[in-house]
């Protein structure tokens, strides 16, 4: 089994910066090949916004946070990091964090997710 815990939400202005971490356990977690960051924003889908490949570090992202977020993880300490950086008040959503044996954008490839962390962003 795999658990995952989001922290750091919280409310910030337009242009300002967050970082949200997702702390990993679980026996389980190490033989996981990525974790993934995706949001729902009010009224919409959940959407992909980045992953990482825990053993190289190798990240991806949305088109739509490209160059204002970045994905980061600390294996020692079984945690991905998610920096965002000149947010909008578009990027107001729940952040989830999910693992996956896999990896991608596809969200059927992760199995275990974390229950989410609001962030809001206020004009």
């Known amino acids: 089994q795999v658990q995952l815990v989001e922290s750091g939400g919280g409310l910030v202005q337009a242009g300002g910066s967050l970082r949200v971490s997702c702390a990993a356990s679980?026996?389980?977690?190490?033989?996981?090949?990525?974790v993934g960051w995706f949001r729902r924003a009010p009224g919409k889908e959940r959407e992909f916004v980045a992953t990482i490949t825990l053993s190289t570090g190798n990240t991806y992202y949305a088109d739509s946070v490209k160059g204002r977020f970045t994905i980061s993880r600390d294996n020692a300490k079984n945690t991905v990091y998610l920096q965002m950086s000149s947010l909008k008040p578009e990027d107001t959503a729940v952040y989830f964090c999910?693992?996956?044996?896999?990896?991608?954008?596809?969200?059927?490839?992760?199995?275990?997710w974390g229950q989410g962390t609001q962030v809001t962003v206020s004009s």
């Open positions: 679980g026996s389980a977690f190490r033989r996981h090949y990525a």
């Open positions: 999910a693992a996956s044996a896999y990896g991608g954008v596809n969200q059927g490839n992760y199995a275990y």
